[in-house]
Structures are given as C-alpha cells and as structure tokens.
T-cell receptor, first 111, second 110 residues
Framework: DAGVTQSPTHLIKTRGQHVTLRCSPISGHKSVSWYQQVLGQGPQFIFQYYEKEERGRGNFPDRFSARQFPNYSSELNVNALLLGDSALYLC??????????FGQGTRLTVV | GIQVEQSPPDLILQEGANSTLRCNFSDSVNNLQWFHQNPWGQLINLFYIPSGTKQNGRLSATTVATERYSLLYISSSQTTDSGVYFCAVDGDTGFQKLVFGTGTRLLVSP
C-alpha cells in the first residue's frame, strides 16, 4: 500500500519567488493537512482540507494557500517567499479526522 | 489554544536500558498520537491512543485522558530507537489540527 507521497523532496527558491508543494494522500483518505516544521521545533499546523473544502487554518499569513482536488490530492502554495519560510513541509492524511499519517516531507530552502 | 509539554527534552541511554517519555496536555483531546521522527524527517506512527494502553513490541503507551497525560515506554532500547519522539494532540476544534509538543530527543549509544 502506498503511503502519503509528497513532491518534490527538496527545493531551493529565491526570496520573493513562489512555490507549489504537492501531496497525494493514502487511498481512501479524504482529509489532507499541511504542517510546517522549522529546525528544532515540532510541526505547526497550516491547513486542513476535507472533501475539497478548507476546514481549518493555522496562524499563517495569507501568502500561504492550499487547495484539494477531486482525487483528494492537495497543493500548498506559498507566495513572496521569505527566508523564514525555510522549513520542512509535511503533509498528513486521515480518514474522518482520526489517526493521521504523514508523508516524508518537502525540505524548502529559501536563499 | 491547547498546550503540549514533553519531558525530558533530551535523553541519553545505553543500549538495553528502559525509558519513559511523558506528554502533558492542557485540555481535553479527541486524539493523541506518538510519533518517531527519523533523521530524514519522516514522522513514523507509533501509537494512536486517545485513551487506554497499547503495546507494540518493545514499545507501549498509556494515556490517562482524565488527568491529561500520556506516557511512552521504550524497553530494551536499541541504537535504532535514536531520534526525536513527538506527542501530538487534537483538541475539540471541529477539525483535525494536531498540536505537537517540543519533542524528546533520544540518543541510544552502543
């Protein structure tokens, strides 16, 4: 069984650029959530999408946006990148808000 | 919002030793999970344990929801157990929002 898959695994961007990160949930999972983990800290919640609708949003600026597609995959978009956006971005999927399973993450470096 | 505290922050063990990691949370929760983060950053699911006790090999976990804490037990530790252990809880927000503790960094030496 395929787990949660994220792409790309690593990414280097320049300040001010835009980035799109992708996530495919476990088959049958309709919920996708995004988390940001900076070095030395625990992951911080960014968004949850369920059945293609945004269900919750964390304390992140409007530069962060996301969407979920009819096949339940998801994209996280970040505009006007700042150095402080450098982090590991994690995607999680679950069935009906129960146990969450995480992908391997996308490591974003902003230079 | 809900607060999650983990202790100890760092733990160094000799191979074969036992350990207990603790997670305290500030409010009632719908979900509690323990994860092991490997050196490449992937969060590995250990337990989904909003209440009660579970065991999986050398690992076991207990959550006492009424007293707002959870414990992760590691017995006969191995060098491969090294890494960061996170506790994450999901409060009563109406959607899934895992709040993570700051983690316990475990180093098991041979």
């Amino acid at each position: 069984d395929a787990g949660v898959t994220q792409s790309p695994t690593h990414l280097i961007k320049t300040r001010g650029q835009h980035v799109t990160l992708r996530c495919s949930p476990i088959s049958g999972h309709k919920s996708v959530s995004w988390y940001q983990q900076v070095l030395g800290q625990g992951p911080q919640f960014i968004f949850q999408y369920y059945e293609k609708e945004e269900r919750g949003r964390g304390n992140f600026p409007d530069r962060f946006s996301a969407r979920q597609f009819p096949n339940y995959s998801s994209e996280l978009n970040v505009n006007a990148l700042l150095l402080g956006d450098s982090a590991l971005y994690l995607c999680a999927s679950s069935i009906d808000n129960t146990e969450a399973f995480f992908g391997q993450g996308t490591r974003l470096t902003v230079v | 919002g809900i607060q999650v505290e983990q202790s100890p922050p760092d733990l160094i063990l000799q191979e074969g030793a036992n350990s207990t990691l603790r997670c305290n949370f500030s409010d009632s929760v719908n979900n509690l999970q323990w994860f092991h983060q490997n050196p490449w950053g992937q969060l590995i699911n250990l337990f989904y344990i909003p209440s009660g006790t579970k065991q999986n090999g050398r690992l076991s976990a207990t959550t006492v929801a009424t007293e707002r804490y959870s414990l992760l037990y590691i017995s006969s530790s191995q060098t491969t157990d090294s890494g960061v252990y996170f506790c994450a809880v999901d409060g009563d927000t109406g959607f899934q929002k895992l709040v993570f503790g700051t983690g316990t960094r475990l180093l098991v030496s041979p």
